[in-house]
């Protein structure tokens, strides 16, 4: 069964970082890019970022590129997104989702498999 | 403000048949195909129902299409249902420096 779960959310203060980890099972994790997206509290979907396959290749929107950064271990099936000088608007629930383009280097830019989400929580 | 642009709202009876609208640019829903739908019920994960503009992942009911005229992509949801009561958002491959951008979102109420 394809599975995703996101882990290490939690409460941090602005200007801390915090690092959070997507474990995927039930299917070829090394063949699949990733994105993350996330959720402010009663707000709509915001896209994040993107690592290809092989973790070579890294994009990322406007309002986190230079302090968001992703990476992957196939070995472990685990894509990491750190997140840096974190702000009160970088408080949602984050997702972590798998772009369905089985093609090694293609993206269809779409999300097929999501997890449950990790909440966010920047307060001082 | 969201990058696409979505009605907050649509409404219909069971039975009936809504569309929800994505306007976008040429450099976004009008210049690429790759436009996606996803469905979010409440305190749920969304759930992907169109990806390349019309396609349809196994699983999701044919009840689900989608179409583009220029920069409007389009999700039409036929022969509603009570469980379709839920949110919709659109997302399209940008040109832009950010590469994926979604719509705001829209509230179905059936």
């Known amino acids: 069964q394809v599975h995703l779960v996101e882990s290490g959310g939690g409460v941090v203060q602005p200007g801390r970082p915090l690092r959070l980890s997507c474990a995927a099972s039930?299917?070829?994790?090394?063949?699949?890019?990733m994105h993350w997206v996330r959720q402010a509290p009663g707000k709509g979907l915001e896209w994040l970022a993107v690592?290809?396959?092989?973790?070579?290749?890294?994009y990322y929107a406007d309002s986190v590129k230079g302090r968001f950064f992703l990476s992957r271990k196939n070995s472990k099936n685990t894509v990491d997104l750190q997140m840096n000088g974190l702000t009160i608007d970088d408080t949602a629930l984050y997702y972590c989702?798998?772009?369905?383009?089985?093609?090694?280097?293609?993206?269809?830019?779409?999300?097929?498999?999501w997890g449950q989400g990790t909440t966010v929580t920047v307060s001082s | 403000q969201s990058a696409l642009t979505q009605p907050a709202s649509v409404s219909g009876f069971p039975g009936q048949s809504i569309t929800i609208s994505c306007t976008g640019t040429?450099?976004?829903?009008?210049?690429?195909?790759?436009v996606s739908w996803f469905q979010q019920h409440p305190d749920k994960a969304p759930k992907l129902l169109i990806s390349g503009v019309i396609n349809r992942p196994s699983g999701v009911p044919d009840r689900f299409s989608g179409s583009k005229s220029g920069n409007t992509a389009s999700l039409t949801i036929s022969g509603l249902q009570a469980e379709d009561e839920a949110d919709y958002y659109c997302s399209s491959y940008t040109d832009s420096t950010t590469l994926v951008v979604f719509g705001g979102g829209t509230k179905l109420t059936v």
């Open positions: 039930g299917f070829t994790f090394s063949t699949y890019a």
């Open positions: 690592i290809s396959y092989d973790g070579n290749n890294k």
């Open positions: 989702a798998r772009d369905p383009e089985p093609r090694v280097g293609i993206y269809s830019y779409a999300m097929d498999v």
């Open positions: 040429s450099s976004d829903v009008g210049g690429y195909k790759f």
